[in-house]
Nanobody, 122 residues
């Protein structure tokens, strides 16, 4: 039906930057809210940032001023620009998207990416 594929993770030193991408493909009519989450072993997945189809954004306090979420609606892609990275940003980052799926009767569902590792060393 719909797949979300993430890219852009990796290892970086503290203070560095990374840009994550998440592209949705498949039987897509449109994408609504999109978001990035992160998770470290032994902890719950936490919300990092969200963006509506109209471009309204929201951020976790821990990343405000350092991370920027954006999207390309035509490409059904969401991005996360991460600047001034800290060791505590180390986690597996997941994207999700609320997608209107093309079907006999179109419907909306939430899909998740497979996750991409971000490691920040001090």
């Amino acid at each position: 039906q719909v797949q979300l594929v993430e890219s852009g993770g990796g290892s970086v030193q503290a203070g560095g930057s990374l840009r994550l991408s998440c592209a949705a493909s498949g039987r897509i009519v449109s994408s609504n809210a999109m978001a990035w989450y992160r998770q470290v072993p032994g902890k719950q997945r936490e919300l990092v940032a969200t963006i509506t189809s109209g471009g309204t954004t929201n951020y976790a306090d821990s990343v405000k001023g350092r991370f920027t979420i954006s999207r390309d609606n035509a490409a059904n892609t969401v991005y996360l620009q991460m600047n001034s990275l800290k060791p505590e940003d180390t986690a597996v980052y997941y994207c999700n998207a609320d997608i209107v799926v093309k079907s006999f009767v179109n419907y909306e569902a939430r899909f998740w990416g497979q996750g991409t590792q971000v490691t920040v060393s001090s």
